[in-house]
């Protein structure tokens, strides 16, 4: 959460600044600021986003060619000009930009007013950039060792990007629990939360470790770790991500742009990893801790959000493919709760950013009671997919839209492909389940794109709920976490309350919300749970609930109850999600088009949440 940004070189810091933050708008954007030094530094920060940020300078921006910039997901303080970021230090000299949380915010602040210091701001930021300003005088030290010994006094998670006006042409940046990346252009530098913000300008790249900072200036990149001072040896990554995939391409948001993609990105996720004729899944990361993977007594996936619902179905594949007890859990909850873990445990950790907070810390605390931790993560490089033991990349391409989508699917055909494995090595899959599984996971693509050919008909669906100020979803077996995550999705996007349950669940409570003011969207493809769903739409339909089914061609029973049909292709129960998820994906986006929200950019939620 929070997006930072930063520039040193040549050219004009401020559209590059501007450019920068709207590309990391996915991570914040409750406040917008940048500053800006050529020979003065000039502060300009309101609440709202990048574009009022744009609006309120208007044409009169000084030219610098030094710069840092930020686009905030409100923790302390709430969403306003004076704690919007950049935050200038009492004197003026320093100003600073941060992603994080500085938990120990309240007694440097005590200290800093017992020293005479002012605030003028609710946030944790900047206390910190007046404790650097007072270490600063106190040890009469240069900027980069000021940062480095109040980094050291620090407890929290942190990304930032410090300038002084008594230090011109070098910028600081230090990192621990937040991501923080240095582009190398030609002869000039960038700074970003990741890579997009300079995508068009280089693609080399250094990705600072945890605990490392470093001192950017026009003779180069220095860096050393925060607390012993130490050099480290720069590693040079080389991107791979192009322009293309991070732009809407035509379509109005980057949500649908990401729902149309997903023929294309479980092709990716799928290419090389299967064979079709034998369905002998080959994927390095497996390979690699298969002797664990034998021995596991059983699996923990770990996520949150979207991808603790593709944990779900991982639970209900695992379980039912490879016959192995799972365990899913949010990371929020595994990390506090004392979980019995250790070195026979494997831990799947997902997640799309690979910078979720709670997911981090919790593979940390499983990493520490001896268990392999397998990453299943989309974005290249991330400090998820650092920090695990081996893993899988998703494929899916950069997801920007902050409601996920691809990534959900992409993570659960990874999973597919991770219980295929799984149930070949232990003996508990044939080879001739395999093969078909294999061959109608290759099917998947054309199967969604078919599913996405009835966009007008579910947008005529969507008009017709979306006024409901609730909504139900229901699923059963692999389609209950489906249920889960159309509900996520809606909620989240179209800010109408949402439920998701296990169909057979709903008599046991929800059932007392039915009335025809009531949607409820029923996941009944044709399965082996199909009798029984179509027994739980007659109680809905019984109540007078306004019922939309998800279900086969030619499910004629469900659809004489429905009062709305979405078809999706058959296929086997266990890819079943990866097809019914998709029509949900479209209902929720068009609602909430048609209630007028924000899609791309929900109120209140980030898409990279670095707090815990
Ligand atoms: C946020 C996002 C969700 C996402 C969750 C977990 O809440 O808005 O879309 O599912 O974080 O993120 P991760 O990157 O770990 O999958």
């Given at each position: 959460m929070c997006g930072i940004v930063g520039y040193l070189g040549t050219r004009d810091a401020y559209p590059l600044l501007i450019q920068g933050l709207k590309r990391l708008e996915y991570r914040g954007y409750d406040s917008a600021g940048i500053a800006l030094f050529n020979g003065q530094l000039a502060v300009h920060k309101c609440k709202g986003k990048v574009s009022d940020l744009e609006a309120r300078m208007g044409k009169d921006v000084p030219q610098a060619s030094l710069g840092i910039g930020h686009t905030r997901w409100a923790t302390?303080?709430?969403?306003n000009d004076p704690n919007a970021h950049p935050h200038l230090s009492n004197s003026g000299r320093l100003v600073l930009v941060h992603n994080g949380i500085i938990e120990n915010f309240a007694s440097l602040k005590a200290l800093m007013t017992s020293k005479g210091y002012r605030f003028h701001s609710d946030t944790d930021t900047e206390v910190l950039v007046n404790f650097i300003e007072f270490v600063q005088d106190a040890e009469g030290v240069s900027l980069d060792q000021a940062v480095r010994i109040a980094l050291n006094e620090v407890v929290g998670a942190y990304a930032i990007a410090v300038l002084s006006k008594d230090e011109p042409g070098q910028m600081v940046v230090a990192r621990l629990g937040s991501p923080l990346v240095v582009g190398l252009g030609n002869n000039e530098y960038f700074v970003g939360s990741?890579?997009?913000?300079?995508l068009d300008s280089t693609k080399k790249v250094i990705y600072l470790e945890d605990g490392e900072m470093a001192v950017i200036s026009r003779q180069g990149v220095s860096i050393r770790e925060i607390a012993s001072d130490l050099p480290v040896d720069a590693v040079i990554h080389q991107l791979k991500m192009d322009l293309e995939s991070i732009e809407k391409g035509g379509y109005d948001h980057f949500m649908l742009k990401e729902i149309f993609e997903q023929p294309k990105s479980i092709g990716d996720t799928i290419r090389g990893r299967?064979?079709?004729?034998?369905?002998e899944v080959k994927m390095a990361g497996l390979d690699s801790i298969s002797e664990a993977l034998l021995e596991a007594q059983r699996l923990l996936i770990i996520g949150c959000g979207t991808s603790w619902h593709a944990g779900l179905v991982g639970e209900y594949l695992l379980e039912d493919l490879a016959r192995v007890p799972v365990e899913v859990e949010y990371a929020s909850e595994f990390r506090y709760r004392n979980p019995i873990i250790g070195p026979k445990d494997v831990v799947i950790a997902i997640s799309?950013?690979?910078?979720?907070a709670d997911t981090l810390a919790a593979i940390k605390m499983a990493k520490k009671a001896g268990a392999i931790v397998f990453g299943v993560c989309n974005?290249?490089?991330s400090s998820i997919a650092r920090e695990t033991t081996a893993g899988a990349y998703t494929h899916a391409g950069p997801e920007i839209g902050v409601a996920s989508t691809k990534a959900f699917t992409a993570q659960v055909t990874v999973l597919t492909l991770i219980a295929m494995y799984l149930g070949r090595v232990k003996g508990h899959l044939s080879l001739e389940h395999c093969a078909e599984i294999g061959r109608e996971l290759a099917l998947i693509p054309e199967k969604i794109t078919s599913i996405l050919g009835a966009e007008s008909h579910i947008k005529v669906i969507a008009a017709s709920i979306a006024k409901a100020n609730n909504a139900l979803f229901l699923g059963r077996g692999y389609n209950f976490p489906v249920a889960l995550e159309g509900a996520l999705k809606l909620k989240e996007i179209s800010y109408i309350h949402a439920e998701g349950y296990p169909a057979a669940e709903m008599k046991h409570g929800p059932i007392a919300l039915i009335d025809e003011q009531m949607p409820i969207v029923i996941i009944a493809p044709?399965?082996?749970m199909y009798e029984k769903l179509v027994s739980n739409v007659q109680e809905v339909k019984a109540r007078k609930g306004h019922v939309i089914s998800i279900t086969g061609q030619g499910n004629e029973e469900v659809r004489s109850l429905s009062d709305a049909v979405i078809e999706i292709p058959d296929t086997l129960d266990c890819l079943s999600p990866l097809l019914a998820t998709v029509p949900l994906q479209l209902l929720s986006y068009h609602i909430a088009v048609l209630r007028g929200c924000n899609v791309d950019q929900p109120r209140n939620l980030a898409k990279s949440v670095t707090v815990e």
């Open positions: 302390h303080g709430e969403p990741d890579a997009t913000p300079f299967i064979d079709l004729k034998t369905g799309q950013s690979g910078e979720t974005v290249v490089g044709r399965g082996d």
